[in-house]
């Protein structure tokens, strides 16, 4: 009988070893020229077109992920982002010029950003692919040597992950570590140079203690129930569309972005709904069970937690549509909640789930009270076209990201920052930003040996304050009075 093979325990000692390995690597200095930069940023590219069947074939098994769906937010987002890196990283590298003052005259300044060092990315489950190589790419293109430790709930995914970038980047400074909590605690027991992780506002909670005890900088990518307020002034079709776009048709409600419940007047509600329920039939079927076009629930647990919210008997007659469920496929169908109670399960908690609660309002404005009452969301939606309270909106919500008679589709906008605030959240990255979340902005100042005045330098007498007080005032022409004689006391 042929014996299994045990896997190598990962703890804290080996934790600390591959640290220091690649520190090593990184203190010869590899990881900062741009020749490297680019060389594994390609390797990136290659790899995304050479395995792209590989990369949807995981994601099917870990989520039953939709090949185009999966394409489309997992490989084609991450090839968007190599790519604009590959573009623009000779200008992020560029140190960047600054003004110098009289004071310091005659000199020079500019801010050079330069790696951090050995960072950290803790991925996370429901986009297993991009939420794991997006992180990576800014960390590389700043120069640094990176740990990836993907996420076990994943587990197909995290195995390819752990294969792809064996092959095809330079393992003498980016490494995958697999595994579950054991393995995360003895990666967090270490010394990092930043840690950005994606997940629940719970383990962010252990990941920032764990960071604090080294003085370890964190980009946290949480989430939160993110709003949609929907307006009675709209186009009902694009509306109701877009909607599904950023609920069921996005990993089945399974992202940190999704739409997590709607706000609208209650005369307005039912005319919602039914747009809804008709889109929904035209996109997943009339049993939308079947559809291959519909990720599953991720594992077990999860489905188990959704039921639960949907079972709560202050909920489960407020369902006015959907509700049926397949533990077996792990799925749940597409479903709407009327006027669920404040103090429900789901509206106390991040849905991260098929289910939608829609609330009622008299007033469109009454929406305000209801999201400032929950912690700020990772993104708010709002459909109207009403110009005021466009404005109005972007004015009084404050969210991590918004966006305005859509859903989702700021995150791939270049130019524009991802992140969160207070609890979806903190620091921000994707494109520029991930450059600079991984990188240290040192200020250089560049002087030369001439004109070493001597008014900086004690005995300070009463000239010399004079002129020294003239030249922090930055006033040329207190200046030059100073000089002649003629200013004031």
């Known amino acids: 009988m042929e014996e299994v093979q045990e896997k190598p325990i990962f703890d804290g000692e080996k934790a600390a070893l591959l640290v220091k390995e690649l520190r090593q690597s990184f203190d010869s200095g590899k990881t900062k020229s741009y020749k490297w930069r680019i060389s594994q940023l390609e390797g990136i590219v290659k790899m995304l077109e050479e395995r792209e069947n590989d990369i949807i074939t995981a994601l099917d098994k870990d989520l039953s992920k939709p090949g185009f769906e999966a394409f489309l937010s997992e490989v084609s987002q991450t090839k968007a982002s190599c790519n604009e890196a590959l573009k623009e990283l000779k200008h992020w590298m560029k140190p960047e010029k600054v003004k110098t003052s009289i004071t310091t005259y005659p000199s020079s300044a500019e801010i050079v950003s330069e790696p951090l060092g050995v960072v950290l990315v803790i991925s ?16 590389i293109s700043a120069g640094n040597a990176v740990v990836l430790k993907p996420s076990e709930i994943a587990p197909a995914t995290s195995s390819l992950l752990a294969n792809l970038l064996k092959n095809y980047l330079d393992n003498s400074v980016i490494r995958v570590v697999e595994g579950a909590v054991p393995e995360t605690t003895a990666l967090l027991e270490q010394k990092w140079d930043k840690i950005l992780y994606t997940g629940s506002a719970r383990v962010a909670r252990i990941v920032m203690a764990a960071a604090a005890k080294h003085l370890t900088p964190v980009i946290l990518e949480l989430g939160g129930k993110c709003p949609a307020v929907v307006d009675s002034n709209v186009n009902l079709q694009v509306t109701a569309r877009r909607i599904i776009a950023g609920k069921w048709a996005c990993n089945n409600g399974q992202a940190c972005i999704s739409v997590d419940y709607i706000i609208t007047k209650k005369e307005f509600a039912s005319t919602l709904i039914n747009a809804l329920k008709e889109e929904l039939e035209q996109f997943f079927g009339k049993d939308p069970l079947q559809s291959k076009d519909m990720s599953r629930i991720v594992s077990p647990f ?31 169908a597409p479903t709407i909640i009327l006027d669920a109670p404040e103090d429900s399960i789901v509206m106390q908690e991040e849905i991260f789930g098929p289910i939608m609660p829609i609330i009622t309002v008299d007033n469109i404005e009454d929406s305000y009270s209801i999201i400032k009452s929950k912690p700020k969301p990772l993104a708010a939606y709002l459909f109207t076209n009403n110009e005021k309270l466009k404005k109005d909106y972007v004015e009084n919500i404050s969210s991590g990201g918004m966006l305005i008679n859509d859903t989702i589709l700021h995150v791939a906008t270049p130019g524009l920052p991802f992140g969160g605030v207070e609890e979806s959240g903190m620091g921000c990255y994707h494109g520029k930003f991930s450059f600079d979340g991984f990188s240290h902005k040192k200020a250089v100042l560049y002087r030369s040996f001439e004109a070493d005045s001597s008014i900086r330098y004690p005995p300070y007498t009463p000239e010399k304050q004079k002129l020294l007080k003239a030249l922090i005032s930055g006033n040329i022409f207190r200046v030059i009075l100073t000089l002649i004689g003629w200013a004031k006391e």
Request: charged content about 30%; hydrophobic content about 45%; aromatic content about 8%.
């Open 124 to 139: 996370t489950w429901n986009f297993p692919f991009m939420l794991s190589l997006d992180p990576i790419i800014g960390a």
């Open 302 to 332: 999860h489905f188990a937690r959704l039921v639960k919210l949907l079972d709560e008997d202050k909920v489960s007659d407020k369902i006015v549509l959907g509700g049926q469920k397949d533990e077996m496929q792990l799925k749940i």
